[in-house]
Structures are given as structure tokens and as C-alpha cells.
């Protein structure tokens, strides 16, 4: 059964932390995803990346970087976290370029920044 | 401008038919439309996805306009379990997914 897996379901950080938000995928996908979701305002992408190191902006990059150092593990960073982070954020991949492939989410990570 | 647009909910009674509309006026030729829906606390699910035609599997059918500017997902028979907030996706080459804003499905015993 394929899986995209996120390390952790709940968090709760201090401003000015680090954090490292993991996303594991076993499908030998070459897309990965980062999201946040937050009510009223939906999915936002954050970051993507299409190959191991490689990586693309989203709608709303400030505040955040990613990791890919293998092609399963696809990692956001909060450099400094802020209240205005606190949010659910969704992994996701896909098997690779072209319109039609199945996009495999993760379950989820919710994170509190107080 | 990429947009997906869909109502915010909709309401159904149980074993009825539902059907749930969306609207990308300025999709491509080749850009598929996705359907997942999102229970709460929980990642979103595959509900269908097509590109032309109509598609059917045993979750849902998905009702492509001819012009491709809306689709239509259609549940035959709505259950309690059918109850989640149903994105439409617009697949951008696989690089650039479009979420709509999702509908929330109430459904009624």
C-alpha cells in the first residue's frame, strides 16, 4: 500500500524556534509537496520539489525552506517560527511530470506556535 | 489566472444522489481535473480524476463538460460517510495543482 508519511501529527513550538517538519514517501515518487492549509483561505503551496536537491517556490515561500537530500524524504524547515505559522501542513508527491498522476497525500501535521 | 472555483456546501439526504459542480473556465487541453475529499483531522483522499470524458469508478462518477470548463462530481448514493469537504483540483502539468476552495457535504439521515 503506497504511503506518504509524516513523522509528526501534532507540535507545539516556541517563537523563534527551528523546526523541521519530516515527509516520507515510498513510492519512488519524483514530486514532492509541501502545503499549508488554514481555514477559509484552503491549500497554499509553500514549496515543491521535482528531483533530489532540486526545489521550486510556491505561492508562499517567506518564512520556510525545504531539504531534499533523497528522493523519499522531502523536509520543511521554520527557520524562526512565528505565531502566524501555526497551521495544518499536508505532504504530498506524485510520481513524476505530466498532467494525470495520482497525488498521494500525507495525513498532516498540525503545528501551534506559541 | 488559474482559478477553480466551487459552491462552499451543499446539503443531501442519505441514498440520494448528490452532485457536486465545479467551474475552471481557462483549463488547458491537456490538464486533468482531480477530485479528493478530506475528512477532518485527516489528509485529503482520491475520490476520481479525468481529462475528456466521463469517468466512473466505485466511489463516484466525474462528468466533464465538453467545453472542459466544469465538471460535475456525482455521488449515486450518499451515505453518512460521504460527509467531508470535497476539493476540485485543476493538474497543471503534475507541477501546479489548483485546489478550489472545496464544498462541504452535509448529508442528512
Known amino acids: 500500500d503506497v504511503k506518504v508519511t509524516q513523522s509528526s501529527r501534532y507540535l507545539v513550538k516556541r517563537t523563534g524556534e527551528k523546526v523541521f517538519l519530516e515527509c516520507v514517501q515510498d513510492?519512488?515518487?519524483?514530486?514532492m509537496f509541501w502545503y499549508r492549509q488554514d481555514p477559509g483561505l484552503g491549500l497554499r503551496l509553500i514549496y515543491f520539489?521535482?528531483?533530489?536537491?532540486?526545489?521550486e517556490k510556491g505561492d508562499i515561500p517567506e518564512g520556510y525552506s525545504v531539504s531534499r537530500e533523497k528522493k523519499e524524504r522531502f523536509s520543511l524547515i521554520l527557520e524562526s517560527a512565528s505565531t502566524n505559522q501555526t497551521s495544518m501542513y499536508l505532504c504530498?508527491?506524485?510520481?513524476?511530470?505530466?498532467?494525470?498522476?495520482?497525488?498521494?497525500f500525507g495525513e498532516g501535521s498540525w503545528l501551534t506556535v506559541v | 489566472d488559474a482559478k477553480t472555483t466551487q459552491p462552499n456546501s451543499m446539503e443531501s439526504n442519505e441514498e440520494e444522489p448528490v452532485h457536486l459542480p465545479c467551474n475552471h473556465s481557462?483549463?488547458?487541453?491537456?490538464?486533468?481535473i482531480h477530485w479528493y475529499r478530506q475528512l477532518p483531522s485527516q489528509g485529503p483522499e482520491y475520490v476520481i480524476h479525468?481529462?475528456?470524458s466521463n469517468v466512473n469508478n466505485r466511489m463516484a462518477s466525474l462528468a466533464i463538460a465538453e467545453d472542459r470548463k466544469s465538471s460535475t462530481l456525482i455521488l449515486h448514493r450518499a451515505t453518512l460517510r460521504d460527509a467531508a469537504v470535497y476539493y476540485c483540483?485543476?493538474?497543471?502539468?503534475?507541477?501546479?495543482?489548483?485546489f478550489g476552495p472545496g464544498t462541504r457535504l452535509s448529508v442528512l439521515p
Open positions: 504530498a508527491s506524485t510520481i513524476g511530470q505530466g498532467s494525470g498522476n495520482t497525488i498521494y
Open positions: 513510492m519512488d515518487h519524483e514530486n
Open positions: 520539489s521535482y528531483d533530489v536537491k532540486m526545489k
Open positions: 481557462t483549463i488547458s487541453g491537456t490538464d486533468y
Open positions: 479525468g481529462l475528456t
Open positions: 483540483i485543476w493538474d497543471n502539468y503534475g507541477q501546479n495543482f489548483v
